[in-house]
């Protein structure tokens, strides 16, 4: 196969998040606004053309007051850094359609290599007789490297804000004619 553009189907696509509060729980989240350029060979991803945009002020925790502490200066700073920004700079088959994706995560003005674990999920027709296909990634990022700081001690020893945040993406993508 050769390469293709893809598109992201937004409708049966999910960016979602996790982080560690007050070391005991888990936070999840999701962003609901989200794009991507991609251009690959879905039997191949190593020859891949992906870079991805986050509107970071789509953020949903399904709690209004934290989601508008999100948008802060305390943390992502919309106002100024509205978007995270991941273009692949490498990728690598590390298995049977699993796949090691190292990119530019540009976050808070800041720009750090990360590298995500993606899974093909296979392809087909839609009813319409549309090329979709699926893609999962999971990865993680520090907040700290980003400049992303904001905290608070805990009585009992520790931190309200875990450091480390856990993405993952599921993707459904239309080919495009």
Do not use: C
Not at 30 to 48: R, S
Request: charged letters at 25%; proline letters at 1%; zero cysteines.
């Amino acid at each position: 196969m050769t390469k293709a553009k893809w598109a992201i189907d937004a409708s049966h696509s999910a960016v979602e998040f996790s982080v560690r509060h007050m070391m005991i729980a888990k936070v999840k989240g999701a962003f609901h606004e989200f794009e991507a350029e991609i251009e690959a060979d879905i039997q191949d991803l190593t020859t891949a053309d992906i870079s991805f945009k986050i509107n970071l002020s789509s953020v949903d925790t399904r709690n209004g007051d934290r989601d508008g502490h999100l948008k802060s200066a305390d943390f992502f700073d919309v106002e100024n850094h509205p978007t995270l920004d991941f273009k692949a700079t490498s990728i690598s088959k590390s298995g049977e359609g699993e796949y090691e994706v190292t990119g530019d995560v540009s976050l808070h003005g800041v720009t750090r290599s990360e590298t995500f674990e993606v899974t093909f999920e296979g392809s087909g027709k839609d009813p319409w007789g549309n090329t979709k296909a699926g893609f999962s990634a999971k990865g993680a990022i520090k907040r700290s490297d980003y400049g992303l700081t904001y905290n608070a001690a805990l009585e009992t020893g520790g931190v309200l804000i875990g450091d480390e945040v856990k993405i993952s993406l599921e993707i459904e993508a239309l080919q495009q004619a």
